[in-house]
């Protein structure tokens, strides 16, 4: 069973939405995050993806109250991402309560480091971040465009030891039409055995039963539960 991961990212502390990384298509849908996570949780939800996006843009993390709020308040077990670009901040991350952290930027900007936190933490607890744009990696906040190509990124970072990844393809990231489904089948099928998070453009039940169809292992899901597309109400059928 496919596994559902609810998004909350924070600007200012509050909880928003941009549309394709833009951060001046900002829509903001709850002053208290949470107040979200708390809902996510009365139906279900073990899951919470938390992205700082502030701190990606900053580079350093910004809204760690917000995490530490949400960790001590609720049960979610939740991965964070979003300037995470030191050992500081990877310790401030784990102690305001993250249970995983989610490296991107780094993962290009400082690969050592990164390498250094897989083999400490280990595969359950350091994910991979693979944001792209045209199959190529974006970083800092998707402010920045690297020649770096998708697959073989992915691939090189199985090799060191990661097993989960995030995938975003920023052109589908809270635009509601869809998901990048060739893009993650194509993935697959270089790695049968990666555990696949889809993240953008879901938009409704049958982009997540498309997405389990193909193999994939989770599916962050933002806008559409924001926007009504989906009700939360659905996803229970997705309980493990």
């Not at 298509?25 to 938390?50: C, M, S, T, W």
């Not at 090189?156 to 993650?184: A, H, N, P």
């Not at 989770?218 to 493990?240: D, N, P, R, S, T």
Request: proline content about 2%; some cysteine; hydrophobic content about 40%.
């Amino acid at each position: 069973m496919i596994e559902i991961i609810p998004a909350i990212d924070i600007i200012e502390g509050k909880a928003v939405r941009l549309s394709q990384g833009n951060y001046e298509q900002k829509k903001i849908y709850n002053q208290d995050p949470l107040e979200v996570a708390k809902n996510f949780e009365n139906y279900g939800i073990r899951r919470l993806h938390l992205v700082d996006l502030d701190g990606a843009k900053a580079n350093c993390i910004i809204n760690y109250k917000t995490l530490e709020r949400i960790a001590s308040h609720t049960s979610l077990i939740i991965d964070f991402g979003g300037g995470v670009k030191s050992d500081l901040d990877l310790k401030i991350a784990f102690n305001n309560g993250a249970k995983m952290i989610t490296g991107g930027s780094i993962a290009i900007k400082n690969p050592k480091i990164f390498q250094g936190w897989i083999n400490k933490f280990g595969e359950n607890h350091i994910l991979l971040g693979a944001d792209c744009r045209d199959n190529k990696i974006a970083v800092n906040g998707w402010t920045e465009e690297t020649n770096e190509k998708i697959i073989p990124f992915i691939k090189k970072w199985r090799k060191c030891g990661i097993k989960k990844t995030i995938c975003t393809d920023i052109s589908k990231d809270g635009m509601l039409k869809g998901t990048s489904i060739e893009l993650y089948k194509s993935i697959k099928q270089e790695d049968t055995d990666i555990y696949l998070i889809a993240s953008g453009g879901v938009s409704c039940i049958d982009d997540i039963d498309m997405l389990q169809e193909a193999g994939l292992s989770g599916v962050i899901i933002g806008k559409a539960i924001y926007e009504g597309k989906i009700q939360l109400k659905e996803l229970e059928k997705y309980a493990c």
